[in-house]
């Protein structure tokens, strides 16, 4: 079965600082997806940043890039410059040979100014 | 391009009553997947239909929840007798294929608060 690991349940960061969000997942298939979704107060589902695990080189979007260690299988997410607007719930999501995303349990970003 | 479409954005019903949770999926989408997300969760899939088809429906409670995408107008989520515990957020999400490849894109959550 696939599981999706958010250890941490809330994180705080200094506007204009950097902060990693760290997710671990564990599936047995050699073809997967790997994804960060930010839900903000509104609670809309925003798409960050997608990895393909065929792919050694991380992604990255702008502010925002990942740390993809297959072997580890792990995924964590780095915000850089961190913005007010980036407060919110992040969310870590792996799909592996299916339709299904599994979820993490979230983690709650705040942004101190 | 318009993106996923939910309504209501908040459904309030009372125990025992129906609620009908209304999802359109992006311009040429033809697959929509709904999620729930119970209360400090995490979305859990719940069901896969493509136009007219239930496809995969294995993450849905197998009484009182039925799902429809027919071949004119929105996806329905249909929870019959709604009980405190289906209070909770529902997304709807859609995307061009079916394959992993394909991202899902997310409508922005119907919250049903059951009383």
Redesign the interface.
Known sequence: AQTVTQSQPEMSVQEAETVTLSCTYDTSESDYYLFWYKQPPSRQMILVIRQEAYKQQNATENRFSVNFQKAAKSFSLKISDSQLGDAAMYFCACASGTYKYIFGTGTRLKVLA | NAGVMQNPRHLVRRRGQEARLRCSPMKGHS?V?W?RQLP??????MV?LQKENII?ES?MPKERFSAEFPKEGPSILRIQQVVRGDSA?Y?C?S?PD????D???????T?LTVL
Do not use: M, N, V
Request: aromatic letters at 28%; charged letters at 20%; zero cysteines.
């Open positions: 697959h997947y999620y400090e969760e995490g979305l859990k899939f896969y995969d993450g957020a997304f999400a995307s079916y394959l992993s490849t991202t899902q894109y997310f409508g922005p959550g919250r």
